[in-house]
């Protein structure tokens, strides 16, 4: 997992779900489907802190990652909420992004 989606892509993401412009929107949405399709298993079995014996830093930067990942898209899921019952194509790919984070909390 890059360390760009934590600390540029997804805020960035975030702001563009505030913008009036549909296109921008849609193109967030397409962007945020395919991260959380491709990534969401990952995030969540590091969400909990690694219980090994013993330093592992890289599971421990994995899980740092992983925490920060997750805060961000919590942050496009309340920005999604306030906006989902928009009419339209948009509110069908809503829709689909709240089943796709519906599965990230399971």
């Known amino acids: 997992m890059s360390r760009t ?4 892509f997804l805020p960035g993401l975030f702001l563009i779900f505030y913008l009036d412009n549909f296109s921008h929107v849609m193109v967030a949405c397409s962007s945020l489907k395919l991260i959380l399709k491709t990534y969401s298993t990952l ?3 590091n969400l909990a802190p690694p219980a090994r014996l013993g330093v592992d830093i890289s599971g421990e930067e994995r899980h740092r990652r992983c925490v920060n990942i997750y805060k961000h898209i919590q942050d496009i899921r309340h920005c999604i909420d306030s906006k989902k019952y928009q009419r339209g194509k948009l509110e069908n790919t809503f829709r689909e992004i709240q089943l796709l984070l519906n599965h990230l909390d399971t």
């Open 5 to 8: 989606l934590d600390n540029g």
């Open 43 to 45: 995030i969540r079995q």
